[in-house]
C-alpha cells in the first residue's frame, strides 16, 4: 500500500528564514508527487509536483522540492519565508494510471502547518 | 477561466438526514473527485468519476454515493448522517482522463458540512 508522512504536524520559522517541510512517502511503484497549500477556509492549493524527468522541482510562489528516489523523500523548501506563507501544507502521491493510478486518486500526508513569526 | 465551484459552502444538518453536495467543474474538465478532510483523518479519497462513471472509489460505508452528469457536474449524497460525517468536504477537477503527467487535480473551496 502506498502512503505518505509527514514530519511535523507544526512547524515554526521566522520571517526571512528557510522553511524547510519533510514529506516521505512509501510505494511499490514509481511515485507522482505533489505539495498543495491550504488556506484557511479554501480548498488547496498546487504549489508543485514531480511525475518524471528532473528531480529537482520548481514551483509557484519561491518554493521548490527534491524528489530522492533512495531516501523516498520529497521535502519542500523556500530560501526565505514570508508572512503570506503561513498556511497549511499536505503531500500527496499518485500513480502512473500503468500502476492503477489516477490524477483524481490523491493520498495525502496529514499536513504541516507553517507559522511565520514577524 | 472560472475555477471549481462547490455549493453550498456551508451546511448544518441533523443526525439521520441525508445530504446533497454539488461541484462544479472547470469547463473542459471531465474528471471530477471527492475528498473528505477532518482533523482527526486528515484528507481522505471518497470517489473519482470520469465520463459519468465512477472510476475508483475510497474505503467510506455504502452510505456516500456520488454521481456525475453528462456536463461533467458532480453531486456527492450521504444518507443517514452521523455526528462523525462532519467535515470539510472538497472537489477536484482535472482534464480528460489521460495520464497524470499531463494534468493535475484543481481543488474548490469546499462545502463545510456540520452534523448536530
Known amino acids: 500500500a502506498q502512503s505518505v508522512t509527514q514530519l511535523g504536524s507544526h512547524v515554526s520559522v521566522s520571517e526571512g528564514a528557510l522553511v524547510l517541510l519533510r514529506c516521505n512517502y512509501s510505494?511499490?511503484?514509481?511515485?507522482?508527487l505533489f505539495w498543495y497549500v491550504q488556506y484557511p477556509n479554501q480548498g488547496l492549493q498546487l504549489l508543485l509536483k514531480?511525475?518524471?524527468?528532473?528531480?529537482l522541482v520548481k514551483g509557484i510562489n519561491g518554493f521548490e522540492a527534491e524528489f530522492k528516489k533512495s531516501e523516498t523523500s520529497f521535502h519542500l523548501t523556500k530560501p526565505s519565508a514570508h508572512m503570506s506563507d503561513a498556511a497549511e501544507y499536505f503531500c500527496?502521491?499518485?500513480?502512473?494510471?500503468?500502476?492503477?493510478?489516477?490524477?483524481?486518486?490523491?493520498?495525502f500526508g496529514k499536513g504541516t502547518k507553517l507559522s511565520v513569526k514577524p | 477561466k472560472a475555477g471549481v465551484t462547490q455549493t453550498p459552502r456551508y451546511l448544518i444538518k441533523t443526525r439521520g438526514q441525508q445530504v446533497t453536495l454539488s461541484c462544479s467543474p472547470i469547463?473542459?474538465?471531465?474528471?471530477v473527485s471527492w475528498y473528505q478532510q477532518t482533523p482527526g483523518q486528515g484528507l481522505q479519497f471518497l470517489f473519482e468519476?470520469?465520463?459519468?462513471?465512477?472510476?475508483n472509489k475510497g474505503n467510506f460505508p455504502g452510505r456516500f454515493s456520488g454521481r456525475q452528469f453528462s456536463n461533467s457536474r458532480s453531486e456527492m449524497n450521504v444518507s443517514t448522517l452521523e455526528l462523525g460525517d462532519s467535515a470539510l468536504y472538497l472537489c477536484?477537477?482535472?482534464?480528460?482522463?489521460?495520464?497524470?503527467?499531463?494534468?493535475?487535480?484543481?481543488f474548490g473551496q469546499g462545502t463545510r458540512l456540520t452534523v448536530v
Open positions: 468519476y470520469f465520463s459519468e462513471t465512477q472510476r
Open positions: 510505494s511499490s511503484v514509481p511515485p507522482y
Open positions: 500527496a502521491v499518485s500513480f502512473d494510471p500503468v500502476y492503477g493510478g489516477s490524477q483524481g486518486n490523491l493520498i
Open positions: 477536484a477537477s482535472g482534464l480528460a482522463g489521460g495520464r497524470v503527467t499531463n494534468t493535475e487535480a484543481f
Open positions: 469547463s473542459g474538465h471531465r474528471s
Open positions: 514531480y511525475t518524471t524527468g528532473a528531480t
